[in-house]
Nanobody
Framework: QVQLVESGGGLVQAGESLRLSCAASRMIFSFNSMGWYRQAPGKQRDLVAAIISGGRANYADSVQGRFTISRDFAKSTVYLQMNSLKPEDTAVYYC?????????WGQGTQVTVSS
């Protein structure tokens, strides 16, 4: 089992930046993927960015070039740096870890971008 706690969400204006953090309750030595999803009202939960086992990062087309995912192994934390935010980025952002023992989700953090 692993618990995930997100932080860093908030209300910003279009063009501004935010950094989300996701702290795991224990060290994660191996994983299938670690990443971020988001869900806007009335829409499905979609992948935003993920680090795949081996270190490669994948991004949704809509955030490519604006968002950067990174991981601090020693702190068991995954980050999502979000630059040039747009109103359409408004959503609840969820941290996700896919381990061999199961898939785990954080509670979500709200990101609201005003125009």
């Amino acid at each position: 089992q692993v618990q995930l706690v997100e932080s860093g969400g908030g209300l910003v204006q279009a063009g501004e930046s935010l950094r989300l953090s996701c702290a795991a309750s224990r060290m994660i030595f191996s994983f299938n993927s670690m990443g971020w999803y988001r869900q806007a009202p009335g829409k499905q939960r979609d992948l935003v960015a993920a680090i795949i086992s081996g270190g490669r990062a994948n991004y949704a087309d809509s955030v490519q070039g604006r968002f950067t995912i990174s991981r601090d192994f020693a702190k068991s934390t995954v980050y999502l740096q979000m630059n040039s935010l747009k109103p359409e980025d408004t959503a609840v952002y969820y941290c996700n870890v896919d381990l061999n023992v199961g898939v785990f989700w954080g509670q979500g953090t709200q990101v609201t971008v005003s125009s």
